[in-house]
């Protein structure tokens, strides 16, 4: 059975902080692996999405990476902003979608 | 492009009532997703449609909970009875079929009081 890990469960920094969320998965058997974000009562935004062949993805102040051999994921925020805050969740995509249980991020102005 | 559309969007109801979702996906998406998110937790999947036919219900409890796509495009989620445990975002998902993305809706959102 898949499981996917998220940490940390939750940060806080101070605005233009380059930051690092982490994902681990325990089945390297994927096909690809996503990021979304979700805001407070929405539903979720796909991010980015990595396909098992790929080292990683990049958009605008986002980038995520992909090392399915190691089972790991990380989705690198450059200069954030206080809009960046949300939730974001790592899902990995093999037999079944399964989402970690997110990182909740607040970026303080 | 309209996205997933769901309703009712928030739902408060007392304990061993009844409720239904309805979901609309994205037009021309095969495979449709319902999900479960308990607050402070990643979305569970509930069950997976491919058209009208179910792909994977294995985490669906069976019974109190149902779903069904009868024309393969609209699909409904049922409680019955709920509980409190219940509470949560219920969120569907939809995707063509053999295509990576996928999108959500804004979920429908349970109190069971």
């Known amino acids: 059975k898949q499981e996917v890990t998220q940490i940390p469960a939750a940060l806080s920094v101070p605005e233009g902080e380059n930051l690092v969320l982490n994902c681990s998965f325990t089945?390297?058997?994927?096909?690809?692996l996503q990021w979304f974000r979700q805001d407070p009562g929405k539903g979720l935004t796909s991010l980015l999405l990595?396909?098992?062949?790929?080292r990683e993805q990049t958009s605008g102040r986002l980038n995520a990476s992909l090392d399915k051999s190691s089972g790991r994921s990380t989705l690198y925020i450059a200069a954030s902003q206080p809009g960046d805050s949300a939730t974001y969740l790592c899902?990995?995509?093999?037999?079944?979608?399964?989402f970690g249980e997110g990182t909740q991020l607040t970026v303080n102005p | 492009e309209a996205g997933v559309a769901q309703s009712p969007r928030y739902k408060i109801i007392e304990k061993r009532q009844s409720v239904a979702f309805w979901c609309n996906p994205i037009?021309?998406?095969?495979?449709l997703y319902w999900y479960q998110q308990i607050l402070g937790q990643g979305p569970k999947l509930l069950i997976q449609f491919q058209n009208n036919g179910v792909v994977d219900d294995s985490q669906l409890p069976k019974d109190r909970f149902s779903a069904e796509r009868l024309k393969g495009v609209d699909s409904t989620l049922k409680i019955q009875p709920a509980k409190l445990e219940d509470s949560a975002v219920y969120l569907c998902?939809?995707?063509?079929?053999?295509?990576?993305?996928?999108?959500f809706g804004e979920g429908s959102w349970l109190t069971v009081v």
């Open positions: 037009s021309g998406h095969a495979t």
């Open positions: 089945d390297s058997a994927i096909y690809n």
């Open positions: 990595i396909q098992s062949s790929q």
């Open positions: 899902a990995v995509i093999g037999s079944r979608l399964t």
């Open positions: 998902a939809s995707k063509v079929q053999g295509a990576n993305t996928i999108y």
